[in-house]
């Protein structure tokens, strides 16, 4: 039985995944799944990629694409939640800064270059009209460490998913001074070149079952409740982020890869573009 490593976050979007393994839903079909959480996210998901440390990685969309226009020779297999991602601009309780606007110069908290907060915190800033050469950044690499980055001081603001953040909102320990929703669809899956090779079956089979459990999701007897419970989530929380995300069993466009890759240069985050279908394949 050939197994497949699988990097992904440690949030609500993943549980699908989960779901699938604890069903054996993977095994019956002849594959073994081996999860690896990455709490520090996008940037730590790129890295095990590009040293084939992992098969596949659950990624934000932004983040990956950046990276494969950067060299990395991973390849798109089919988007995984086609709505935006919805990032909440945090700062401590007790900062001094109200407004958005006011964190220009600000120092900003991110798990690493290249992650989505780093991506995000760009983007904001280029929608709100700032000097992006200018913008000072604090590698925290997880949450709990921004979390103590924003209380000591050492960082002045972080972009993380609002709803993964709102219990720490909830708690007192952040402020959210806004959300800001990704200029594009949330999270893709993708592949190492050489799991792709040698490994297409299996993944065809992985990919069929996670799509078939996505399809089904919202659909799930009291899935918010188990959501809440696994998450430590309000329940009104998990409800109106499951109404705002739509899982996907689509292959990402063309379109959509160079609106990102448009945006990606106009930040000066990548060299050039590429031809679209550098990023992606559809495995037969």
Known sequence: MKQLKIGGVPEHFNLPWHLAMEEGLFKKAGVSVEWIEFPEGTGAMNKALRAEEIDL???LTGGVIKDIANGNPSKILQLYVSSPLLWGVHVSHDSPFKDIDELQ???AAISRYGSGSHVMAH???KQRGWDTSKLDFEVVNTLENAVEALTNG???YFMWEHFTTKPIVDA???RRLGDFP???SCFVIAGNPDAIATKNDEIKIVLDIINQVTRDFKNIPSIDRTLAHRY???LEDIQKWLSGTTWSQEQITSEEIMRIQSKLLELQMIE???DAKEFYVNLH
């Open 57 to 59: 990685a659950v990624i």
């Open 172 to 174: 007192g320990v952040f």
């Open 123 to 125: 983007v904001q800033a």
């Open 232 to 234: 430590e989530q309000k």
């Open 272 to 274: 050039k573009e590429k």
């Open 182 to 184: 990704t200029p594009w």
């Open 105 to 107: 110069f600000a120092k």
């Open 154 to 156: 050492t960082a002045d």
